[in-house]
């Protein structure tokens, strides 16, 4: 099993701040992993795949990069509508893997 | 348009079976490289994936669950069923079904809670 560290677990930021979520592997995935974003009540949406390529329709403010064991998700300048938790997932070997998810708050 | 939605009991008793199904439309499930997977969060907790299904019928499973999960599908009713035997109140959360794409999860259902009580 591939464990992952997700850090940190809650960033209080405002908006227009540049933030940043890191996702560290406990293995090598190269560059198997997706970031996803989601709202109270609301189902998770594909942000990042790939480790860095934009899933269509996600604004150019997300971007994603690493490879191996260490991947960051940044958010450039921080919209009101991004307030929400974030995930990373691993999909190098089976079980596929999340992270256990990182709650961005106003500040 | 891809959709996907969820079905099934909201409340079921502690060691009944659990059945849930994901009804999808806009892609088909006999299309090379796809697959259905199901992800579950407790109230208030992580995602946690629990079994995927491929075109070619291959199945996966998380290995802490494996001994109690099976995945089917029905590619004629673009349908694929998720059973859980022996439901525990820890086994209350959002069930949530997905189209895999190339190992992420592209399109998701609205999720259906389940809950586990006597």
């Known amino acids: 099993v591939i464990w992952m560290t997700q850090s940190p677990s809650l960033l209080s930021a405002s908006t227009g701040d540049r933030v940043t979520i890191s996702c560290r592997m406990s293995?090598?995935?190269?560059?198997?992993l997706a970031w996803y974003q989601q709202k109270p009540g609301k189902a998770p949406e594909l942000l990042i795949y790939?480790?860095?390529t934009l899933q269509s329709g996600v604004p150019s403010r997300f971007s994603g990069s690493g490879s191996g064991t260490d991947f960051t998700l940044t958010i450039s300048c921080l919209q009101s509508e991004d307030f929400a938790t974030y995930y990373c997932q691993q999909y190098y070997s089976f079980p596929w893997t999340f992270g256990q998810g990182t709650k961005v708050e106003i500040k | 348009q891809i959709t996907l939605k969820e079905s099934g009991p909201t409340l079921v008793k502690p060691t009944q079976t659990l059945t849930l199904t994901c009804t999808f439309s806009?892609?088909?499930?006999?299309?090379?490289?796809?697959?259905v997977g199901w992800i579950r969060q407790p109230p208030g907790k992580a995602l946690e994936w629990l079994a995927l299904i491929y075109w070619d019928d291959d199945k996966r499973y998380s290995p802490s669950l494996k001994s109690r999960l099976t995945i089917t599908k029905d590619t004629s009713k673009n349908q694929v069923v998720l059973t859980m035997t022996n439901m525990d109140p820890v086994d209350t959360a959002t069930y949530y079904c997905?189209?895999?794409?190339?190992?992420?999860?592209?399109?998701w259902g609205q999720g259906t809670l389940v809950t586990v009580s006597s």
């Open positions: 790939a480790a860095s």
């Open positions: 997905a189209r895999g794409h190339m190992g992420d999860f592209d399109y």
């Open positions: 806009g892609f088909s499930l006999s299309t090379s490289g796809v697959g």
């Open positions: 293995q090598g995935i190269s560059s198997y």
